[in-house]
């Protein structure tokens, strides 16, 4: 908006194994440029073969010119990842598993304009393994956040569209945006919500486009077919980029608009 201080942030979503990351490194640089970006974060719970996060994986992104990264569920599935929770602090895990947990589910950043931009990464529970409440966790998060920004995206990792409706509306008017990832399938339900919150179900996927949620299709079908597990593969083939702009106003933290992105490269 004219004559206000404004943010914009581009939000990726999950990244999908080497082409995945590969995409980001050739389609970001512009991206930043076309859209004026200031803060850049991506799901990388993918990342590595299309499960986890590893050190390698993560640089990948990071030097690529992401600022922050936020997983989900499947961040453990690399024991590398224990170790680099606590380490470097641009990537996160969800705020809702255990205390105990390596590292950490919320933080502020600054942006390229210098302006702390705070970050939420939450699990869902429907569908999902047993896990503490993402709603209860909100709240504990924002109340700390709020002293240090007005600027707060929260990454909500889950399965069910209520349950990602109902994070929305619950926190409606206290964060910028809520964006839902996991499911890799973009939705066209992007919004403001009555007290200035931008929302959208899911973000959508970086990775092999002619895939199943980015792994090959064959194996997928044989488990619906036959019920039996098989070795799920990253898929070769044409990469699309799914992510969404916002813009935020600085002061207030209210989002002005949301935008999806859908990139072939």
Request: negative net charge; aromatic residues 4%.
């Amino acid at each position: 908006m004219e004559g206000k201080p404004t943010v914009n942030v581009l939000f990726i979503g999950d990244v999908v194994g080497r082409p995945g990351r590969e995409a980001v490194v050739r389609l970001l640089p512009d991206l930043r440029l076309q859209h004026h970006i200031a803060f850049t974060i991506a799901n990388a719970e993918n990342a590595a073969g299309g499960m986890g996060v590893t050190p390698q994986t993560a640089a990948h992104l990071l030097d690529a010119g992401i600022d922050l990264l936020t997983t989900g569920n499947h961040v453990w599935r690399r024991r590398e990842a224990l170790a680099l929770l606590d380490q470097e602090p641009r990537l996160l895990r969800p705020a809702n598993y255990p205390p105990a947990a390596p590292g950490r589910g919320a933080a502020v950043f600054a942006s390229a304009d210098n302006e702390p931009i705070a970050v939420l990464n939450l699990l869902g529970r429907t569908f999902m393994a047993p896990m503490d409440c993402p709603f209860a966790a909100a709240d504990r998060e924002i109340e700390a956040l709020r002293g240090k920004t007005s600027v707060i995206v929260v990454d909500m990792h889950a399965e069910a569209t209520s349950e990602k409706l109902a994070m929305g509306w619950h926190l409606d008017g206290r964060v910028s945006a809520v964006i839902g990832t996991h499911t890799h399938v973009q939705t066209a339900d992007e919004r403001i919500l009555p007290q200035g919150t931008a929302y959208i179900t899911d973000v959508g996927m970086t990775g092999p486009r002619d895939s199943i949620l980015g792994v090959k299709p064959d194996p997928v079908i044989s488990r619906f077919l036959t019920g039996l597990p098989g070795r799920f593969e990253v898929a070769g083939g044409p990469v699309l980029l799914n992510a969404v702009v916002l813009n935020i106003d600085s002061e207030t933290g209210r989002a002005n608009s949301i935008a999806r992105v859908l990139q072939l490269g």
